[in-house]
C-alpha cells in the first residue's frame, strides 16, 4: 500500500488548509487512518484519525475544534481540514493507515506503532 500526502503549503496564522491523502496498491480493503506530524526538533505527534466505519473519529487536544478529519472510501482518500491555523501548527504532516480490520480502545488510534504504512508527509508553514 502507498499513500501520498498533499496539500501543505504556506499560510497566515489564522488561515486554512486542506490535506488529502490517497491510498493505491494493494488496497483490499479499508483501513484505519490517521494523520500525525512532526516539527524540527520534536517528535512525531498525534493529530486526528478516522477509522474505517468513516463514523469514529479521534483528535489530539490541541486539534479539536479547528481541525476536522474526513475520508471518502469509494476513493480511498483521507483529508484533514485545518482551520485557524497557528505558526505552532507548523510540521511536516503524515498520513498513516492501520491494516488490521478490528476496532480497539481509543487510546490505540493516537500510537504511531499502531500504523503499518506512511506517505512521504506534506510540509506545513504558518507564518505570524
Known amino acids: 500500500v502507498q499513500l501520498q500526502a498533499f496539500g501543505g503549503g504556506l499560510v497566515q496564522a489564522g488561515g486554512s488548509l486542506r490535506l488529502s491523502c490517497t491510498a493505491s496498491?494493494?488496497?483490499?480493503?479499508?483501513?484505519?487512518m490517521a494523520w500525525f506530524r512532526q516539527a524540527p526538533g520534536r517528535e512525531r505527534e498525534f493529530v486526528a484519525a478516522?477509522?474505517?466505519?468513516?463514523?469514529?473519529?479521534y483528535y489530539a487536544d490541541s486539534m479539536k475544534g479547528r481541525f476536522t478529519v474526513s475520508r471518502d472510501n469509494g476513493k480511498n482518500a483521507v483529508f484533514l481540514q485545518m482551520n485557524n491555523l497557528k505558526p505552532e501548527d507548523t510540521a511536516v504532516y503524515y498520513c498513516a493507515a492501520d491494516q488490521r480490520q478490528g476496532y480497539y480502545p481509543d487510546s490505540y488510534y493516537s500510537t504511531s506503532l499502531t500504523y503499518d504504512y506512511w506517505g512521504q508527509g506534506t510540509q506545513v508553514t504558518v507564518s505570524s
Open positions: 478516522i477509522l474505517r466505519n468513516a463514523i469514529s473519529t
Open positions: 496498491g494493494r488496497t483490499r480493503s479499508t483501513y484505519h
